[in-house]
């Protein structure tokens, strides 16, 4: 168990519909970051936050915008689903993005878009 | 950009016996992090091992070791002893070193994997 949480495991919605996925870092962990693991493009990063402010973005839709909250933890808000949008979905967090920081993963959330 | 390579989209190995799974990288940093995550089918991805590029001896964690080959760009994994907890996809990823807001993400390879025979 790394200690990285992330909610709901499982979701299945429709095109079109808006979810939103969300993840409690480490404790003590400062800075999260989102990924997408899908079959046809393998693991990406969309974006990284720290102690509540963007860092830096990936290949991230404009459909899909994150935030992180005073309390750490991160939503990852996805909308106007396209099928293609299905993957999973992946939170990190490390104590801080600095250089020797090792990032650790939480359990991933599955979407399935019908 | 920095680019990943795992050329072997599968690879087996019998029980008890030795296994290495190829990376390669591409990068015009002098100094970066490279990473072994293991995924096994519950799609849980898990650190197995890390290797600071500036460190010259080879990152070990019992029955894991790398050979990291800094010239070369290459950077593999060895496991020894197989077990059947180890099949998994294994990918290899890169992180820049350079304190910037953009670098600390991890660049993947594609994936390997490994099928353990019993």
């Known amino acids: 168990d790394s200690g990285v949480t992330q909610t709901p495991k499982h979701l299945i919605t429709a095109t079109g519909q808006r979810v939103t996925l969300r993840c409690s870092p480490r404790?003590?962990?400062?800075?999260v970051y989102w990924y997408q693991q899908s079959l046809d493009q393998g693991l990406q990063f969309l974006i990284q936050?720290?102690?509540?402010?963007?860092?830096a973005k990936g290949n991230i839709l404009e459909r899909f915008s994150a935030q992180q909250f005073p309390d750490l933890h991160s939503e990852l808000n996805l909308s106007s689903l396209e099928l293609g949008d299905s993957a999973l979905y992946f939170c990190?967090?490390?104590?801080?993005?600095?250089?020797?920081?090792?990032?650790?993963f939480g359990p991933g959330t599955r979407l399935l878009v019908l | 950009a920095q680019t990943v390579t795992q050329s072997q989209p599968e690879m087996s190995v019998q029980e008890a016996e030795t296994v290495t799974l190829s990376c390669t990288y591409d990068?015009?940093?002098?100094?970066?992090?490279l990473f072994w995550y293991k995924q096994p089918p519950s799609r849980q991805m898990i650190l197995v091992i890390r290797?600071?590029?500036?460190k010259q001896q080879n990152a070990t964690e019992n029955r894991f070791s790398v050979n990291f080959q800094k010239a070369a760009k290459s950077f593999s994994l060895k496991i020894s002893d197989s077990q059947l907890g180890d099949a998994a996809m294994y990918f290899c990823?890169?992180?820049?070193?350079?304190?910037?807001?953009?670098?600390?993400?991890?660049?993947w390879g594609a994936g390997t994997k490994l099928i353990i025979k019993p």
């Open positions: 990190a967090s490390s104590v801080a993005p600095l250089t020797q920081e090792t990032q650790y």
């Open positions: 404790s003590g962990d400062l800075s």
């Open positions: 936050y720290y102690n509540g402010e963007e860092r």
């Open positions: 990068t015009s940093e002098s100094d970066y992090y």
């Open positions: 290797q600071e590029a500036y």
């Open positions: 990823a890169y992180r820049s070193s350079e304190i910037m807001d953009s670098n600390y993400q991890l660049i």
